[in-house]
């Protein structure tokens, strides 16, 4: 193992954003097969699950309200919805953040599955306060399936970025 190296804002927080974006984007194409339309995951809760798992950082909550206001404006929802799902996934990822370091990698998918779960969660939750109606279930859990499907993509980041952290040394 190489020594650490410090974390470079651009590289561990500005790049996995703008990856986010593309991706987002990318699937949002009105691309049909079979009658079926892409899937839509929140990309945003892979840098949400491994910022958080990576390392404590004043600036990973605001990239994350950043990523929020970006789903928010460009799905069309109301304003903060996502940010303040991706913060409630955030937040209680870094609060259980201890009991992560050293965890299987399928144990770690477990837990990325269950800040997907808490985060949609809230977000079904605000949704049904701001609209006063119910969303459907059906296509939370599909969105919930197809999240929790990208956890490869937050083991990855996790992997790139874990020799900045003391903890894993």
Do not use: K
Request: proline content about 8%.
């Amino acid at each position: 193992m190489t020594g650490a190296r410090p974390l470079n804002p651009g590289r561990w927080l500005g790049v996995p954003m703008l990856f986010v974006i593309l991706a987002t984007i990318l699937f949002a194409a009105p691309i049909r097969m079979w009658g079926l339309q892409l899937p839509e995951p929140i990309f945003a809760m892979v840098p949400a699950f491994a910022w958080a798992v990576i390392r404590p950082s004043i600036l990973a909550p605001f990239a994350l309200l950043l990523l929020g206001l970006f789903l928010d404006t460009f799905w069309g929802g109301p304003t903060g919805l996502w940010g303040l799902s991706l913060l409630v996934a955030y937040a209680s990822v870094l609060a259980v953040r201890n009991m992560l370091t050293g965890q299987s990698r399928p144990m770690l998918w477990v837990w990325y599955a269950g800040a997907c779960a808490l985060s949609m969660t809230a977000g079904f939750l605000f949704t049904m306060m701001d609209s006063l109606a119910m969303p459907s279930l059906v296509a939370v859990f599909w969105q919930f399936l197809a999240t929790a499907l990208l956890f490869p993509f937050a083991h990855r980041l996790i992997d790139r970025f874990e020799d900045a952290d003391v903890r894993f040394r």
